[in-house]
């Protein structure tokens, strides 16, 4: 899936509303999930960092389904991720070097409706590489399935931390950090709130983060005021 937006911050805001996205599409088109997990790289800014894990922590409020994060090594190298987007560019290069200045997006929004228009979500038959002498008469050709293409307007990231993230975040301590979270690749949300923290996705060792939110404090009536 490719998120495009008017949205130019690298934050963890846009990476909770791309999340919304995310788990809409899987609960519609595959009900049967009961865990997603999310790959990444480590960046800070909007992917390794307490917010984003204190959100995950929510996931299952949220959502209403478990989540857990897995962070590729430093310098591991690209991704599946990283080829669907790269797919998008270049063909979108290709694009306007054949259609010449004509063809070029104004905005945004025009990029993501050519993106869309060029990835339909119809499957589209393809013949499959197969041995004919081993073929059978009424082998079906292979799918090939276009890439998902959603907008994600600015105005709802800006929304969604107002309605959501803003109050949100700011009962996080300012102290409260993951000791060693540039060490650690593997984050399990519990339901209880908490997170599970593993040095890799195989380590048998586990440590549990429990945010500390600090209490409201509020105003004890004024008895001697009159009415």
Request: one cysteine or more; charged letters at 25%.
């Amino acid at each position: 899936m490719v998120l495009i937006s008017d949205y130019l911050a690298h934050d963890t805001k846009f990476v909770y509303s791309g999340q919304k996205l995310i788990v809409d599409f899987v609960r519609k088109q595959y009900p049967n999930v009961l865990k997603l997990n999310y790959v990444s790289d480590g960046a800070s800014a909007h992917f390794k960092n307490k917010y984003n894990m204190y959100n995950l922590a929510h996931h299952h409020a949220d959502f209403n389904i478990i989540a857990s994060w897995t962070f590729s090594a430093t310098g591991h190298g690209k991704g599946p991720c990283d080829g669907v987007g790269a797919v998008v560019k270049s063909t979108a290069t290709q694009h306007l070097l054949k259609g010449g200045p004509n063809a070029s997006f104004s905005s945004p929004k025009q990029f993501y409706e050519w993106c869309f228009e060029k990835n339909d979500r119809m499957v589209i038959a393809r013949p499959r590489r197969i041995d004919t002498s081993k073929s059978l008469p009424n082998q079906m050709p292979e799918p090939n399935r276009p890439i998902e293409v959603r907008w994600l307007s600015g105005d709802v990231v800006n929304k969604e931390f107002e309605d959501c993230l803003r109050k949100r975040w700011s009962r996080l301590s300012t102290k409260d950090s993951i000791s060693g979270i540039r060490d650690i690749h593997q984050f399990d949300a519990d339901i209880n709130g908490s997170i599970s923290c593993r040095r890799t996705s195989q380590s048998t060792r586990t440590t549990i983060h429990t945010f500390k939110i600090p209490p409201i404090h509020r105003l004890a009536p004024n008895r001697n005021s009159t009415d």
